[in-house]
Structure formats: C-alpha cells, structure tokens
Nanobody, 123 residues
C-alpha cells in the first residue's frame, strides 16, 4: 500500500503550507497517522501524529504551536497544516500509517509510508 502525499512547495519564511495525504487503506479509521521529515544526510525524524479518531495529537517540540495535524476518516485523508515556517523546516515530508492505537514515533513502528513531498522554506 502506498500512501500519496502532496502539497509541498517553496514558501518564504513565516509563510504557510498545507500537506495532504491520501491513504488507500480499507480500514483507515483503525490506523493512527503521522508525519515524518528528512533532510539529505540526516535520519528521518518524527514530526507529529494523530489518533485514530482524530481527538488526540502529538508533536515534536520544534513544531509545537506552529504545525497542526488533522484527519478526515470518511475521505481517508490526513493533513499537516504548517504555519510560521522556518528555513530549518525544509525537508521531504512523509506521511505514515500504523495499525493500532499507538502513534508511530519511530521508523520501525510505521506500517505504511507515503512517497514524500518536498517543502522548501527560503529565508
């Protein structure tokens, strides 16, 4: 199963972007969803995640207060709203799915990945 992420692009510092991820999973509501990002030469890192019902979210400290994850179970979609973007947010962003109740915060716990979408923040 390949998740489909989109919405990346070039934005100036302080700007906003909204990433989308379509997850063609038969039982999407049984999966927690998350976003990771990766800079060339560095490990892929966890950005944030959302519970199966969308009521609970968790974020890495560096994006708290700026990024918001949401989901629409009826559409098999998850979103990452990114505000007040900084140059250090530049990375390829990946959506991730994990079946069960726990958000995958580490790579080995992810069951399915999206193909990645590039976000570039200029200073």
């Amino acid at each position: 199963v390949q998740l489909q992420a989109s919405g990346g692009g070039l934005v100036q510092a302080g700007g906003s972007l909204r990433l989308s991820c379509e997850a063609p999973l038969r039982t999407f509501s049984l999966y927690t969803m998350g976003w990771f990002r990766q800079v060339p030469g560095k490990e892929r890192e966890f950005v944030g995640g959302i519970s199966r019902d969308g009521r609970s979210t968790t974020y890495v400290d560096s994006v708290k207060g700026r990024f918001t994850i949401s989901r629409e179970n009826a559409k098999n979609m998850v979103y990452l709203q990114m505000n007040s973007l900084k140059p250090e947010d530049t990375a390829v962003y990946y959506c991730a799915a994990r079946q069960g109740t726990l958000v995958a915060t580490r790579i080995p716990r992810v069951h399915y990945w999206g193909q990645g979408t590039l976000v570039t923040v200029s200073s």
